[in-house]
């Protein structure tokens, strides 16, 4: 026969399962990820997975904008092919001696893409480097420069801008670079200072002249390689650049920077960053 004190359930086992179970309640509430995305974002990454399959931009780089341009166009039409299929608003500055300038400037102004005229300038130190055929140079008088000019405009079609190739002498001689100005404006072009030397005049020349005008940031593989390319068109974005100022961006065609355009494209369009023509992040001009 059971006894009575078999059949009852000891008061003491119940005090501690309520404990447990209360204590398995508030380890699952705090798991519960909070909604405020200001709290979401330091929480860590496994966990923020978990909060929603799309994840939030960066703070601050909603509505930033970049304008990327590739240089030293004209030489390998196989790489302008490659580039002209990336599905963003790329601009392209080629050079007038190239021997495929012509070419390439059609091909990309067919797929959609603005075209500049990459001028040759005259380097303070050459160090080996040529800014090739046709440059301006520093003891040029105003015709020369002006027809020179008109020379280049004249070899590349679609042209709606300019910039620099080289230069980091010339670019310092703000009367030069007035003569520069003033047939660009006469055409009404756009003017992007490379900054190829830390004294530029070509905002002063520009704006005096009425031309408007932008100034490169950074330059996307100064450093050669897939990794700086990569590091260079992702991180000054994602830090919020000079408060939300759009950011000019100046490469070229090397391999390793196509492919590092293909892959940071995508990840700044994720985090609400924009990629825009140049021409819509330029100053307009004084007169």
């Known amino acids: 026969m059971t006894s009575k004190r078999s059949k009852r359930f000891p008061v003491l086992t119940v005090i501690i399962a309520a404990a447990l179970i209360a204590a398995a309640v508030l380890y699952l509430e705090r798991l519960e990820l909070p909604e405020d995305s200001a709290v979401r974002k330091d929480l860590p990454a496994e966990r923020r997975g978990k909060a929603g399959k799309q994840k939030a931009p960066a703070a601050g ?117 007035s003569v520069v100005m003033n047939e660009l404006g006469k055409r009404g072009l756009f003017f992007v200072d490379s900054r190829t030397t830390p004294d530029s005049r070509g905002r002063e020349a520009a704006l005096k002249a009425g031309v408007r005008f932008a100034a490169r940031n950074v330059f996307i593989d100064h450093e050669p390689g897939y990794a700086a390319a990569l590091a260079n068109l992702t991180r000054p974005p994602r830090q919020g650049w000079k408060n939300g100022a759009p950011l000019v961006m100046i490469g070229h065609p090397h391999p390793e920077t196509v492919r590092a355009l293909k892959k940071a494209l995508p990840i700044l369009r994720e985090e609400g960053i924009r990629v825009v023509p140049v021409s819509a992040v330029l100053e307009k001009g004084q007169r």
């Open 61 to 177: 780089n909603r509505g930033l904008e970049i304008a990327v341009i590739i240089d030293d166009i004209g030489f390998d039409l196989g790489a302008v092919e490659e580039l002209a299929r990336i599905r963003a608003p790329l601009a392209f500055a080629v050079l007038p001696n190239a021997p495929h300038a012509a070419a390439a400037a059609e091909l990309l102004h067919a797929a959609g893409k603005e075209i500049l005229l990459h001028l040759p300038m005259e380097p303070r130190s050459r160090n080996g480097d040529s800014p090739g055929a046709g440059a301006l140079l520093g003891d040029m008088n105003a015709g020369e420069i002006s027809r020179q000019v008109a020379a280049h405009l004249a070899a590349i079609p679609h042209v709606s801008g300019v910039n620099n190739h080289m230069g980091s002498l010339f670019m310092e001689d703000e009367a030069r670079l």
